[in-house]
């Protein structure tokens, strides 16, 4: 009897105290002297520094850190804040990734102005829901802002046609998204819908779907169109929308890895004599792996001829338009139907931020839907026009970004990351051992390490010789890559593209992306320094491709 | 040549501030005395007492906050960040929704715990983004392991089998998102998936789209099934997925919001004896208005027997499975072969924090991709199986949150909840002049202002009598409804739904979430007396109310 009393309250005084802790974290802020207090003030203080300091330099194995993650239970028990956090510290933060790093040149994700955090602090503080004007009021018309002002970067209408169109309760300029995928697939979705539109009995393939759709329309299927080097979102989304993957065609790209508009031009012609029809040509403005932009002007012409939708997935290269210096490069976008551009890339906004836009502002009717309780027919609720439903206030940060750091600023940037790519061209150029494979358009370019004599070697090699080669130096690329990344100091990416000297076999190269600002010509030669002496550690793979060169050349 | 000379001084002299102010938003921290640094102290201290302050109670009319966002052209110079502080406390905070409000009892985004904010800093401020290991590192594992903890919420599989699927290459016990909507997309996507698999010479409707999926299959389409109360993210799903919205199939509600079993039954034999597939049925565990939950067991039983997806949206109720107390409201949901929950709802977690879990951990195979950059086969990249590609570190948030709140934690904040719509609902039945409409199983009940005469005549009048008295009643919970939320003290939100009593026809209802742990029953009876007085208020709707049942009694 003694025990289950004594349970019993054990209970009681354990419940007592959860229901104690639990009122603190919703009423009693953290104290600057807490542990996340600490940690707050030190990342508005210096955030490098701390990155720096908190995130471990030497890679640790994922199977090592999937310990420190192994348990699924469910936490009984509550913990306190500054124990938890320090938990944080030690075995999440520590084995997190440098992405704001200047030497960290392999990914498109890069350092972010300062004013960002506490502005983000303020979007979760307000805790805004995009999805309908009730719970997001002002954050409604300033979103349909940011996406007026993006439509106009890319379209250029007049005030005019802004002011019509901006804050219409039926229209929209575009949708804001989690990032990119969700862009395009918002994107092929208005186009689909659009060009299976009602028709007589048929309702519209929104409502009555696909197999009816091409019944009704009496094609034996669709097509999408894109280069080669087409982001991997686009299958996604034709496996999403039920177009199926295998419609996504992928046409040749020249040697400056832009599509090949003839072979685009046959392929709408073969398919449209096989009643294939092509739903969307989508052109590239900044591929992924080696930053190129297709002929936007040309492929327009195509797509008008074959009435179908031209989008252009400028995820990354979007933000080349703030350039008055480089914006040429994406000329014939204006031309698109519809335009992708991430800001969470070279808008330097914290991951989360994708937008696409509509050339025509009624387009997205083709995707509108209601209910009873949120987006009331007539209202202004953006939550009518896109993918998602709930959103946080992202496009608050883009609206920041836009006037703080301005055209002007965005300018700078983008003008000085192309420049310090050309630099490093020309470095890796110069340079006896390395090889440019892919030259920069925008800030991106790819490269690999050959020794002097194995690049003597590749000019004069028979065709069996040049493969034998490239796959030790494929070897060799990704021994170096890998043991740049796990010794911490710095970081490139690396990818496998069709290289045109080697008669379009695709080898494993360096990639590099150099849109951080922070990012000096003195960490550019340090990186091709590191992997110098990191070919050298290579006991196989190095020592075996010149065993090949000497072989070659008795 | 004078002025020439000087325009171009002043050009330079302005691009030479601009690259000044670049530089310093990318490295100098906001003083701890700037307009940011203020903002963040005060947020920090006082997260209420802040909103409170800076969000003006009285609402300003859309097209006038309108006004401030009219301006579609870029900032072409940049502005003082302590300047555009300024402007957004001026002109968007002030009109912003206060959400975490406990008086705004109207929607499903409530208060925060204070420890969010500053790990949101610091979520923001690694910036790492989730579709591979190269930009998550330990972050990948996290939120693995925040799947794996989800998922033995709703299945509770053993520690074997945690051990076994949680970090496996090619498998996923779910999926992040951004919320409900992707999540009950994604599930329906690998439910089309699987459904439509490759088969002999057909290589799957991933591969080869949904036209020749059911060509092949010899369907003449495919059904949905979901009560006439599931969320509209299901039709927008079927439309996406190229299934159609008119393939959403809607089975009828019993008196208390929950599917009529014996209708879903007789739906499924009538369609699979007209050759439509069956690929989904759909529970709801929580209707968005009523809070209610559908007989999943019985459910679980049907989509057995018809070998059919069945998938559960407990975007809201999902998180009662923490409560011991009230989990059994939800049994079958471990019957599902999918569950959507949404941490930013009964989580407490901010805004873009939505999952999926799936019981079979290989099911996700039919939505696998990859790309030669990343997700590369046999890696451990969280993206090739998600629909998003780039993600941010939201994961953190749940995982801090379920360690911090702990499973306890939650059961007191859902039974507290819960609680209190019982209180509510019992003082609206109660009231002389209120009648409630649906009750509460969870924290949801909807109710309507009814003066008590009216209330008299609605048990006895006839059915047209019934019709006029509640369109007018329509009118009057509009009026209540828009009036005191415009005079900023309090919010409900007001939905139209069917009502068992009056022969299924819809009527205009206020629908109140009570998930705010600071709501107190003082501030719920507040409520109830500010709707009395705002009825009398009204010059119209009450007095023509009144003449009708004046005109009936006679």
Redesign the interface.
């Known amino acids: 009897m003694r025990t289950v009393l004594n349970k019993m309250s054990s209970t009681t005084r354990?419940?007592s105290a959860?229901?104690e802790?639990?009122?603190r974290?919703?009423?009693?802020?953290?104290a600057?002297d807490s542990t996340?207090?600490v940690?707050?003030k030190e990342?508005?203080?210096?955030?490098l520094g701390?990155?720096g300091q908190h995130i471990v330099a030497v890679e640790k194995p994922?199977n090592e850190?999937?310990k420190?993650?192994?348990?699924?239970?469910?936490?009984?028990?509550?913990?306190?804040?500054s124990d938890?956090?320090h938990?944080?510290l030690n075995?999440?933060?520590?084995?997190?990734?440098h992405?704001?790093s200047p030497s960290f040149i392999?990914?498109m994700?890069s350092?972010?102005?300062?004013?960002?955090?506490?502005?983000?602090?303020?979007m979760?503080?307000?805790?805004?829901?995009l999805v309908k004007?009730?719970?997001?009021?002002?954050?409604?018309?300033?979103e349909?802002?940011v996406l007026?002002?993006m439509?106009?970067?890319v379209y250029g209408d007049n005030?005019d046609f802004?002011?019509q169109w901006?804050?219409s309760a039926n229209h929209s300029l575009g949708a804001f998204?989690?990032?990119?995928?969700?862009a395009n697939?918002t994107a092929l979705?208005v186009a689909?819908?659009n060009l299976l539109k009602a028709d007589g009995e048929f309702?519209g393939?929104?409502?009555?779907?696909?197999?009816?759709a091409?019944k009704h329309y009496q094609y034996d299927?669709?097509a999408i169109l894109v280069s080669e080097r087409g982001h991997?979102?686009l299958?996604?989304s034709?496996?999403?929308?039920?177009?199926?993957?295998?419609?996504v065609i992928a046409i040749p790209t020249d040697k400056y890895n832009k599509i090949d508009i003839n072979a685009l031009a046959d392929k709408c012609q073969e398919l449209t004599r096989n009643n294939i029809r092509v739903l969307s040509i989508v052109g590239v403005a900044g591929t992924?792996?080696t930053g190129n932009i297709d002929p936007l002007m040309e492929m327009a012409k195509i797509a008008q001829q074959y009435q179908c939708h031209f989008h252009v997935d400028a995820a990354w290269g979007g933000a080349t338009l703030?350039s008055n210096t480089h914006r040429k490069l994406m000329a014939g976008i204006e031309l698109a139907d519809s335009v992708t551009i991430?800001a969470?890339k070279q808008m330097y906004v914290?991951?989360?931020a994708?937008l696409v836009v509509f050339k025509n502002p009624a387009s997205v009717a083709a995707?509108e839907?209601?209910?009873?309780?949120i987006?009331r027919k007539g209202s202004?609720d953006l939550g009518s026009h896109t993918?998602?439903?709930?959103?946080?206030?992202m496009a608050?940060l883009v609206y920041?970004s836009?006037?703080?750091?301005?055209?002007?600023?965005y300018e700078?940037?983008i003008d000085q990351s192309i420049d310090k790519a050309h630099y490093f061209a020309q470095k890796i150029n110069e340079h006896p051992e390395f090889e440019l494979v892919t030259a920069p358009e925008l800030c991106l370019l790819t490269y690999r390490y050959v020794p002097k004599e194995v690049q003597a070697m590749l000019e004069i090699a028979s065709q069996d010789q040049i493969e034998v080669i490239n796959s030790l130096l494929d070897k060799l690329t990704k021994f170096i890559q890998k043991r740049q990344?796990e010794s911490g100091k710095s970081?490139v990416?690396?990818?496998?593209?069709e290289v045109n000297r080697y008669q379009g076999k695709?080898v494993l190269v360096f990639?590099v992306v150099l849109a951080n600002?922070?990012t000096t010509k003195d960490i550019l030669n340090d990186i091709l320094a590191e992997q110098c002496e990191l070919a050298k550690e290579s006991q196989k793979y190095l020592p075996e491709l010149l065993a090949q060169v000497a072989k070659a050349s008795v």
């Not at 075995?91 to 990734?97: D, N």
């Not at 990416?493 to 593209?497: A, F, H, K, P």
Request: with cysteine.
């Open positions: 354990r419940a959860t229901q802790s639990l009122h974290i919703f009423t009693i802020p953290e600057p996340l207090g940690i707050e990342m508005s203080e210096n955030l701390f990155l994922l850190i999937e420190d993650f192994a348990c699924s239970a469910l936490p009984e028990e509550p913990e306190f804040v938890h956090i938990h944080l075995k999440l933060v520590a084995q997190s990734v992405t704001s392999g990914h994700t350092a972010l102005p300062y004013f960002i955090l506490p502005l983000s602090k303020l979760v503080g307000l805790n805004q829901n004007i009730e719970t997001s009021k002002a954050f409604t018309p300033l349909r802002q007026g002002m439509h106009r970067l005030d802004y002011q901006m804050h998204c989690s990032g990119g995928t969700v697939l979705w689909r819908n309702k393939v929104a409502r009555e779907g696909l197999f009816k091409l299927g669709m991997y979102s299958k996604k034709a496996d999403v929308l039920g177009i199926g993957q295998d419609s992924t792996e703030l991430d969470h914290p991951m989360g994708g995707i839907h209601h209910a009873e309780y987006l202004k993918l998602e439903g709930s959103r946080p206030g608050m920041a836009l006037h703080i750091i301005s055209r002007q600023g700078m940037l990344r970081f990416s690396r990818t496998r593209i695709k990639r600002p922070l």
